[in-house]
T-cell receptor
């Protein structure tokens, strides 16, 4: 049972344009969401997060939007740069001090020149 | 400062062999996590330590998997009698504390191939 879903395995975007990566979740007990970026042969690197009490969090070129009623979040990258090419994982944590992250299967973003 | 380190980076094992994977968390980080990432999948939780206490091992796939963190710092994930389905990248992560907003920092992983 996939509790966190990233339905697009890959995405190609031109440099300078907006990249939008989507994530859906099914567990209503999730209350904290994170995006990680992963380059080949490296571990995931934390990018940005959002608490369920917010609907938007922004950090430079990266913005995460959360729609709790739809159990959907998205990561916007504006403008996209070639160095953004990587696999992006959406992850979620449960209520309280729950420890483990539940990850989606990832979306491979390629930013072309 | 130093991040999370893992060793070995690559391990090839014959089926039935025991392996031990090491994780050095960021200094001072109380929480330590192990995840397994199969090819084409996202990381999946295996187990969690707070200091030396193993508080959650619900993700360990079988009793062949064992993890320890005896002094609350370095952790070892041991897999006994390895099987081909154990082939995956094993990721270790640490965080300063176990709070909802606490970020988990990942190591580079150990890629295990069981032949």
């Amino acid at each position: 049972d996939q509790q966190v879903k990233q339905n697009s395995p890959s995405l190609s975007v031109q440099e300078g344009r907006i990249s939008i990566l989507n994530c859906d979740y099914t567990n209503s007990m999730f209350d904290y969401f994170l995006w990680y970026k992963k380059y080949p042969a490296e571990g995931p690197t934390f990018l940005i997060s959002i608490s369920s009490i917010k609907d938007k969090n922004e950090d430079g070129r990266f913005t995460v939007f959360l729609n709790k009623s739809a159990k959907h979040l998205s990561l916007h990258i504006v403008p996209s740069q070639p160095g953004d090419s990587a696999v992006y994982f959406c992850a979620a944590k449960g209520t309280g001090t729950a420890s483990k992250l539940t990850f989606g299967t990832g979306t491979r973003l390629q930013v072309t020149l | 400062g130093a991040g999370v380190s893992q060793s070995p980076r690559y391990k090839v094992a014959k089926r039935g062999q025991d392996v031990a994977l090491r994780c050095d968390p960021i200094s001072g980080h109380v929480s330590l996590f192990w995840y397994q990432q199969a090819l084409g999948q996202g990381p999946e939780f295996l187990t969690y330590f707070q200091n030396e206490a193993q508080l959650d091992k619900s993700g360990l796939p079988s009793d062949r998997f064992f993890a320890e963190r005896p002094e609350g710092s370095v952790s070892t994930l041991k897999i006994q009698r390895t099987q081909q389905e154990d082939s995956a990248v094993y990721l270790c992560a640490s965080s300063l504390a176990n709070r909802v907003g606490e970020t988990q920092y990942f190591g580079p992983g150990t890629r295990l191939l069981v032949l």
